[in-house]
Nanobody, 120 residues
Framework: QLQASGGGLVQAGGSLRLSCAAS????????TGWFRQAPGKEREFAAS????????LYADSVKGRFTISRDNAKNTVYLQMNSLAPEDTAVYYC???????????????WGQGTQVTVSS
């Protein structure tokens, strides 16, 4: 299971750090990632990271502002979000799977989502 947390309300230009804690074997040797879904829109890829942390992938819309990382000893993956803008407002979901992919259908496990709202 995956449990996402850390969302909230922040002003434009601010920062938030999301966390996703995994239980059981979900995290073991799995790649992990973050997706987001704004109202009325499809779920879209934000960032992903390999099990070792050596490979990361970012959507163009967040590149340079968001940083994904993981702590395998804590079974936790993080998403540091800086320079937030109103268009970043969405429910953010963490995911785990077997390979890095920008497609939501390629991921095996999903967290419940955490709301991020950026005010202008």
């Amino acid at each position: 299971q995956l449990q996402a947390s850390g969302g909230g309300l922040v002003q434009a230009g601010g920062s938030l750090r999301l966390s996703c804690a995994a239980s059981g074997s979900t995290f073991s040797r799995a790649v992990t990632g973050w997706f987001r879904q704004a109202p009325g829109k499809e779920r879209e890829f934000a960032a992903s990271i390999s099990w070792s942390g050596g490979t990361t992938l970012y959507a163009d819309s967040v590149k340079g502002r968001f940083t994904i990382s993981r702590d395998n000893a804590k079974n936790t993956v993080y998403l540091q979000m800086n320079s937030l803008a109103p268009e970043d407002t969405a429910v953010y979901y963490c995911a785990a799977g077997r390979r890095l992919s920008t497609s939501a259908t390629s991921w095996d496990y999903w967290g419940q989502g955490t709301q991020v709202t950026v005010s202008s």
